[in-house]
């Protein structure tokens, strides 16, 4: 059964913001973080005055289907800016990635993937979302998911260019994963500023021996309610799998530096060592060289990508030497 979809209108400091991406099944608390987004407002700062359930003020874990609102609702909200926060002004692009990334056994254990809430929103990004395309995908190959910071760049120190920034081995690794993978970009950022990095970094020169399939951004990404960690965004693959029927979980894995980017598929992904300091560290990361042999050994040897444990991925590469 479908999740019916809420529209709200936020009226704020004098102008109204259209919230969307919601459904009944979400809550006050996925609200909060939408109002966020589009406010900079940040939830706890949030008086959401008209919006009652039961004739109180609402709690932050009413669903909003309970609350029986008509189509473009107008919320009125009080809430201050907090611009005097270095970090908040500083990083824009990252809305959302202040969660810190807990590595905790037990949420993994919840079956985010298959709440009827999620595949929902998943499925209206389906419909919705365009992913840009750069190359057609080709046939019989896997699919590599990367993120970008953290994962391939340092973009939080200072260099002199973009190559200082850019995590050892980068283009041999890309060369390398080019022949048994399509290659795809998903950043937790505007699509401005993913071109941007690509260029900087020289992945899209037309030189290069690889070529990237397509790139996604933040506005392919669902909120999801976390019981230990709150309410967060993650990058679902059944967003591309939906639009590309070659490419499923038997063949695709993911490259990011934050585990709960792949909660919605946790056996595709592959927590990568997060690159930083990248003026301490460009010099003896290799994280990229060890990773290539990986995705080479796996695209050889497995079938299935789902019998994998990609936690395990370097105890895999050890026997795979040993039994050679």
């Known amino acids: ?13 004098g102008k109204e913001f259209p919230i969307e991406d919601l459904t009944e099944h979400d809550t006050v608390a996925v609200l909060r ?13 949030q008086k959401l005055l008209n919006l009652k359930y039961k004739g109180k003020p609402v709690t932050d874990d009413v669903r909003l289907g309970a609350m029986d609102l008509k189509p473009n609702f107008k919320v009125m909200m009080v809430g201050s800016l907090e611009s005097d926060i270095k970090e908040a002004a500083s990083r824009p692009e990252d809305v959302g990635s202040v969660v810190n990334d807990f590595d905790n056994e037990e949420e993994d ?59 050892p081995y980068l283009h041999e690794f890309l ?66 799998w939906g639009k590309y029927s070659q490419y499923s979980s038997k063949n695709t894995i993911m490259f990011d530096d934050l585990r709960r980017n792949f909660l919605m598929n946790p056996k595709s992904g592959l927590r990568i060592k997060p690159f930083s300091e990248a003026h301490l560290n460009r010099h003896k990361d290799k ?20 019998t994998l444990n990609h936690r395990r991925w370097e105890d895999y590469l050890a026997k795979k030497r040993s039994s050679h």
């Open 1 to 13: 059964m479908d999740s019916k979809e809420v529209s709200l209108i936020i009226k704020w400091s």
């Open 175 to 240: 060369t390398s994963a080019y022949q048994d993978y399509d290659i795809a970009i998903w950043s937790a950022t505007s699509m401005r500023w993913i071109v941007e990095k690509m260029k900087l970094l020289g992945v899209t020169d037309e030189a290069r021996d690889y070529k990237l399939v397509f790139m996604l951004d933040d506005a392919a990404m669902i909120t999801v309610l976390c019981p230990l960690r709150g309410v967060i965004e993650v990058k679902p693959l059944g967003v591309i």
């Open 33 to 45: 973080h939408e109002i966020c987004k589009k406010t900079q407002v940040r939830p706890e700062r």
């Open 287 to 306: 994280e990229l060289v060890k990773l290539a042999k990986y995705l080479k050994a796996i695209a050889e040897h497995c079938d299935d990508f789902d």
């Open 109 to 167: 254990n919840v079956a985010f993937e298959n709440k009827e809430v999620y595949l929902a929103k998943i499925n209206k990004r389906i419909k919705d979302y365009t992913i840009k395309e750069l190359n057609p995908p080709r046939e019989g190959k896997r699919l590599l998911v990367l993120d970008i910071d953290y994962t391939i760049f340092d973009h939080r120190s200072a260099a002199e260019n973009g190559t200082e920034l850019m995590r």
